[in-house]
């Protein structure tokens, strides 16, 4: 069973980074595609980013291009979220996302069935 453990969320000011982390364990990361889905205060959640199993195809939404990067270490079993030139419209919880690399990845939350706990990231002066 695929287990997704995300860090690295916190309070940050406008116009900072943050790097979020995805450790995956029980199976070998190699074989699914990755998401990266966020959940601020009285919304949906929604797609981030997304990224093939092999690391050529990356997708984002259109508020992240720019300024987010999506990457993975297969070897290390880890995803990540580089998140630079924060807004404070970026507060939520952030949560990645596994599925098997069936078709191409996707933002779309329903696609996937592991899922991390979350890890918080609010962005304020």
């Known amino acids: 069973q695929l287990q997704l453990v995300e860090s690295g969320g916190g309070l940050v000011q406008p116009g900072a980074s943050l790097r979020l982390s995805c450790k995956v364990s029980?199976?070998?990361?190699?074989?699914?595609?990755i998401g990266w889905f966020r959940q601020g205060p009285g919304k949906e959640r929604e797609g981030v980013a997304c990224i093939s199993a092999n690391g050529d195809i990356t997708d984002y939404t259109e508020s992240a291009k720019g300024r987010f990067t999506i990457s993975r270490d297969n070897a290390k079993n880890t995803a990540y979220l580089q998140m630079n030139g924060l807004k404070p419209e970026d507060t939520g919880t952030y949560y990645c996302?596994?599925?098997?690399?069936?078709?191409?990845?996707?933002?779309?939350?329903?696609?996937?069935?592991?899922w991390g706990q979350g890890t918080p990231v609010t962005v304020s002066s």
């Open positions: 029980g199976m070998s990361l190699q074989y699914y595609h």
């Open positions: 996302a596994a599925e098997w690399q069936i078709g191409p990845p996707t933002m779309t939350a329903r696609d996937f069935r592991s």
